[in-house]
């Protein structure tokens, strides 16, 4: 509800809101690294691909909701100020940097404890427990809440804009495409995104959701590459 409010009053609220969330969680992400790196055992990493490149396949199908957020950027055209110039950069920009942290926090963690343990819901603290350091899970489970709503405050704010270049082509009724008079966000689509969004939350598994959002969103793509 507080997300969905964020996304509807104005791009300038969430925007800052989003930096503030980001920023902390980049920085609690590197000192995890920095911190975890003092504690890798490289025999972890021996052998080095214990299911074969078909795990390594299967892993990346399970994680692909982890790359939705660069496609979400393009979501926000109507409201960069040069959008041929910021667009651009702020997809590679992003998908650099996430990507190195990716990296990183993957060799972090498989070198920690062994990778057969961490089929766990909270990997990142599970790890910091595991050698005695408590107080840097709880850390990392308060920084997991404030990735998590930056994250969902991205894509609150994608989707009805999606559905509002969709109404202006006439595949949606024309409500979804109003524009607030006060606040200059697509309003209606707002709402409806955060009732779809959040009562499902209430009583879905997890991990079905992340799973559906995984299938759903490599399918979008495909599609996609097929029309280009």
Request: hydrophobic share 55%; with cysteine; proline share 5%.
């Amino acid at each position: 509800f507080l997300v969905t409010w964020l996304a509807y009053v104005g791009i300038q609220e969430s925007k800052r809101s989003a930096n503030l969330m980001v920023a902390l969680k980049i920085l609690v992400i590197i000192f995890v690294i920095v911190l975890g790196f003092f504690y890798v055992n490289t025999d972890n990493w021996t052998p080095f691909m214990p299911n074969g490149f078909s795990g390594v396949l299967k892993g990346v199908s399970a994680v692909f909701f982890a790359y939705i957020g660069f496609d979400a950027i393009s979501t926000t055209a109507e409201e960069c100020a040069n959008p041929q110039r910021d667009l651009p950069k702020g997809m590679i920009y992003s998908l650099v940097i996430c990507t190195v942290l990716y990296i990183l926090i993957a060799f972090v963690l498989t070198g920690m404890v062994p990778y057969s343990t961490l089929n766990v819901n909270d990997p990142l603290a599970f790890v910091f427990d595991m050698v005695n350091l408590k107080w840097v899970s709880y850390i990392i489970s308060l920084s997991a809440v404030v990735a998590t709503t930056s994250v969902l405050l991205v894509f609150q704010i994608g989707q009805p804009r999606i559905w509002m270049s969709m109404s202006r082509d006439g595949l949606l009724p024309k409500r979804f495409s109003k524009i607030h008079p006060r606040f200059k966000t697509p309003s209606f689509a707002t709402i409806i995104t955060g009732i779809i969004v959040g009562i499902p939350a209430l009583f879905l598994n997890l991990t079905v959701v992340t799973d559906l959002t995984s299938i759903g969103t490599l399918f979008a793509f495909i599609l996609v590459c097929g029309g280009v």
